[in-house]
């Protein structure tokens, strides 16, 4: 996800994310908590030890559903040490395989610090802190991927990078992880330069370039380098992907840019490069 500066008056402090209130005990923590909006209001610097603060949403925004367990780990993102984060997402990894983690935690969690940002619910310093946190957490989710396929051997090679401008690669870092598990060789790129970019592909020869776009804002300048980068590259079929939170809402922005594709996760991501390459004809 990317981010401005922070809004004008925005400062580091402790923060409880409010919960709306519960109706009985016949809500399982599986469910969504849609009835109010989660707001952030001054706390204190832990968790509370009691039932959560109940605080009304000071905006006109509607009402965002949010999983509980998202919360949880937002929570621990703003307020808690980074230890705190990262023993909770272990402990949800416990039982479920990597893909899930990231597809139904760590994800949706970092997507939640990018509304709260977006709706002047929470500083720019609170949400990088809780996405370096995030960040923290799914290099413990990841640690142990193989680089390379079964055999070791790795197929393709994607270099991911940031949109210019993004500031936040915590997406970036995630897809390298989908992209490593399935046997390609990842060159993360998240503050290269687009002269840095243009040289790297003209040096070496890259299946795939991929995009990590935190903000619409980002597109004009991205749908302007996208062909001078297939212009200069070795691979004279590169293939071109973007993703990030902008295409979710609206994946024919894609196309409009001049990418070959998006995806809305990491698994997707990694089979859509692969059928891109699969028909492709690729030669130097």
Not at 1 to 21: D, H, K, Q
Not at 90 to 101: I, K
Not at 160 to 177: E, K, N, R, Y
Request: hydrophobic fraction near 40%; charged fraction near 20%.
């Amino acid at each position: 996800m990317g981010f401005t500066m922070p809004r004008s008056g925005a400062s580091s402090t402790a923060y409880t994310l409010a919960r709306p209130a519960r109706q009985g005990r016949s809500e399982s923590r599986s469910e969504c908590r849609s009835d109010r909006a989660y707001v952030i209001s001054g706390g204190s610097s832990a968790l509370p030890a009691g039932p959560p603060t109940i605080v009304e949403s000071c905006t006109e925004a509607a009402p965002v559903a949010v999983h509980e367990d998202v919360l949880d780990l937002a929570t621990l993102c703003v307020n808690a040490d980074h230890h705190a984060a990262r023993l909770y997402v272990q402990r949800y990894g416990e039982t479920r395989p990597m893909e899930a983690v990231c597809h139904d935690l760590l994800a949706p969690t970092a997507r939640y610090l990018g509304e709260l940002w977006d709706e002047d619910l929470c500083s720019f310093t609170d949400v990088t802190i809780g996405l370096l946190r995030l960040q923290d957490a799914l290099h413990g989710v990841t640690a142990d991927i193989t680089l390379g396929g079964a055999d070791g051997f790795r197929r393709h090679t994607i270099v991911l990078a940031a949109a210019p401008g993004d500031q936040h690669t915590f997406g970036l870092s995630m897809v390298s992880a989908f992209f490593q598990k399935a046997g390609w060789a990842v060159n993360a790129q998240p503050d290269s330069t687009l002269p840095e970019l243009g040289a790297l592909l003209r040096r070496e020869w890259i299946g795939v370039l991929g995009f990590t776009v935190g903000s619409s804002a980002r597109l004009d300048r991205l749908a302007a380098i996208i062909p001078r980068l297939r212009e200069v590259s070795r691979n004279r079929g590169l293939g071109v992907l973007v993703g990030g939170p902008v295409f979710l809402a609206n994946p024919g922005l894609a196309a409009q840019i001049g990418a070959d594709g998006t995806a809305t996760d990491g698994t997707a991501a990694v089979a859509l490069a692969e059928n891109l390459l699969a028909g492709r004809t690729m030669c130097d």
